[in-house]
């Protein structure tokens, strides 16, 4: 599975991002997610969702402000960013093949998209 990752992009505290993730191969079946790593920092969980949709996780720190959606007929995931803070800026990966918070769950990753909130 190869994913590509966009919709990042310079924004002001406050204000509000889609990101979306684009799957070409088999993905049937997958659960997918985004990570983000800052500069200095660790890659972190974000957000995971099921095959289905049905089935979603937040990190505490996006919990209310972030929501993860997938449309399967159009192999893309999307996060929806509002209230961004400073804090969120980081470089967001989406990755495909598992479910979870451990980024080791996880086989097909995308390159990555460039999210910067200024405050």
């Known amino acids: 599975v190869q994913l590509q990752a966009s919709g990042g992009g310079l924004v002001q505290a406050g204000g509000s991002l889609r990101l979306s993730c684009t799957a070409s191969g088999r993905t049937f079946g997958y659960g997918m997610a985004w990570f983000r790593q800052a500069p200095g920092k660790e890659r972190e969980f974000v957000a995971a969702?099921?095959?289905?949709?049905?089935?979603?996780s937040y990190a505490d720190s996006v919990k209310g402000r972030f929501t993860i959606s997938r449309d399967n007929a159009k192999n893309t995931m999307y996060l929806r960013m509002n209230s961004l803070k400073p804090e969120d800026t980081a470089v967001y990966y989406c990755a495909a093949g598992g479910y979870g918070i451990s980024s080791a769950n996880f086989g097909s990753w995308g390159q990555g998209t460039l999210v910067t909130v200024s405050s």
């Open positions: 969702i099921t095959w289905s949709g049905v089935g979603t």
